[in-house]
């Protein structure tokens, strides 16, 4: 019989040594081999309709077409935000979002070489009663 109880955390949330785990039941079964054996013999053919697609006439889909490849081989781009943030409310809210923009990964590569940062205002507004 498994444990049952909650876990045990600290003041910030995290899981406390000997605590049960989150997961009892474990990870989840692997693709049984037969299926990963036919998803691997389809593999050279759907790299071939990718190939036929980057090199299509509509546009729209050869852009999706180069857009998977480079996702593929080079990883998705990471976005970046900046914020100012000027707070009235609870302390809390803006440790988290200063905690938040410390944890942003820097861009580099081609992200890196834009004009000028996109900004977004997120100027809290107060809604008449």
Same mark, same amino acid.
């Given at each position: 019989?498994?444990?049952?109880?909650?876990?045990?955390?600290? $003041?910030? &949330? !995290?899981?406390?040594?000997?605590?049960?785990?989150?997961?009892?039941?474990?990870? #989840?079964?692997?693709?049984? =081999?037969?299926?990963?054996?036919?998803?691997?013999?389809?593999?050279?053919?759907?790299?071939?309709?990718?190939?036929?697609?980057?090199?299509?006439?509509?546009?729209?889909?050869?852009?999706?077409?180069?857009?998977?490849?480079?996702?593929? $081989?080079? &990883? !998705?781009?990471?976005?970046?935000?900046?914020?100012?943030?000027?707070?009235?409310? #609870?302390?809390?809210?803006? =440790?988290?979002?200063?905690?938040?923009?410390?944890?942003?990964?820097?861009?580099?590569?081609?992200?890196?070489?834009?004009?000028?940062?996109?900004?977004?205002?997120?100027?809290?507004?107060?809604?008449?009663?």
């Amino acid at each position: 019989m498994q444990d049952t109880t909650k876990p045990k955390r600290d $003041a910030r &949330g !995290r899981l406390l040594p000997g605590s049960p785990p989150n997961n009892p039941k474990g990870r #989840p079964p692997a693709l049984p =081999a037969e299926v990963r054996q036919r998803l691997d013999n389809l593999a050279e053919e759907a790299v071939e309709v990718v190939r036929r697609t980057l090199r299509s006439e509509d546009e729209k889909l050869a852009f999706a077409a180069a857009q998977e490849i480079l996702n593929r $081989a080079y &990883g !998705r781009p990471v976005m970046q935000a900046k914020l100012d943030v000027t707070a009235n409310g #609870p302390a809390s809210h803006l =440790a988290a979002m200063i905690a938040m923009t410390q944890k942003a990964t820097p861009v580099i590569g081609l992200l890196a070489e834009q004009d000028e940062p996109k900004v977004i205002d997120v100027t809290p507004v107060e809604k008449a009663p």
